[in-house]
């Protein structure tokens, strides 16, 4: 199984700052197959990023992806205020189980 | 467009079985190109994968759950579900259902609202 550490815990940020979330695996995960999803109170979560950096549809270009093997890193360029929600990343295509980081909350300053 | 909806009873007695279904609207559930999972999250933690069923009715569990959990699919109602035996306090959580990529497995492109179930006597 696939562990996934996401940090930090938390971060307290105010909108138009730059913020980078970080997601390292226990094992390389072949061919990037590391997405990143969003959830805010109440909702299902959001496909962002798959591929390691590819976006979603509909997904605006502040939200970039990197990395790969066991380091990826989650970038918002510029907060916008609706931005502030919990950001979960997850290993796919591999052997089962799918895997979850346990998520990054950005709380506003 | 797609929509998932998850139906099945909010509270759950220790030791019961809960049975939940996922109502497929906006497209078919009988396609090569997706697979259908269940994914949970307990109250303020994070997200637990469940199940997933590929189109070919290939099932796959999560190891910690694989001995109390059945995943099925009904074509013919457009819909799938998820059986969970001996539950307790444990599994109390939303529960959502989730639309899959078949290619890339397990990437998960579509979910459900969720649905909250409570074990509790």
């Known amino acids: 199984e696939i562990v996934l550490t996401q940090s930090p815990g938390t971060l307290s940020l105010s909108p138009g700052e730059r913020v980078i979330l970080s997601c390292r695996a226990s094992?390389?995960?072949?061919?990037?197959?590391l997405a990143w999803y969003q959830q805010k109170p109440g909702q299902a979560p959001r496909l962002l990023i798959y591929?390691?950096?590819t976006r979603a549809t509909g997904i605006p270009d502040r939200f970039s992806g990197s990395g790969s093997g066991t380091h990826f890193n989650l970038t918002i360029s510029r907060l916008e205020p609706e931005d502030f929600a919990v950001y979960y990343c997850?290993?796919?295509?591999?052997?089962?189980?799918?895997?979850f980081g346990q998520g990054t909350r950005l709380e506003t300053k | 467009q797609l929509q998932l909806q998850e139906s099945g009873p909010g509270l759950v007695k220790p030791s019961e079985t809960l049975s939940l279904t996922c109502i497929v609207s906006?497209?078919?559930?009988?396609?090569?190109?997706?697979?259908w999972g269940w994914i949970r999250q307990p109250p303020g933690k994070g997200l637990e994968w469940i199940a997933t069923?590929?189109?070919?009715?290939?099932?796959y569990y999560n190891p910690s759950l694989k001995s109390r959990v059945t995943i099925s699919v009904d074509t013919s109602k457009n819909q799938f579900a998820l059986r969970l035996t001996s539950m307790t306090a444990a599994d109390t959580a939303v529960y959502y259902c989730?639309?899959?990529?078949?290619?890339?497995?397990?990437?998960?492109?579509?979910w459900g609202h969720g649905t909250l179930v409570t074990v509790s006597s």
């Open positions: 906006g497209g078919s559930i009988n396609t090569f190109s997706y697979s």
């Open positions: 997850q290993q796919y295509g591999g052997s089962p189980p799918l895997t």
């Open positions: 094992q390389t995960i072949s061919s990037s197959y």
């Open positions: 989730a639309r899959q990529s078949a290619l890339t497995w397990g990437l998960i492109g579509d």
């Open positions: 069923i590929s189109h070919t009715g290939n099932t």
């Open positions: 591929g390691a950096s």
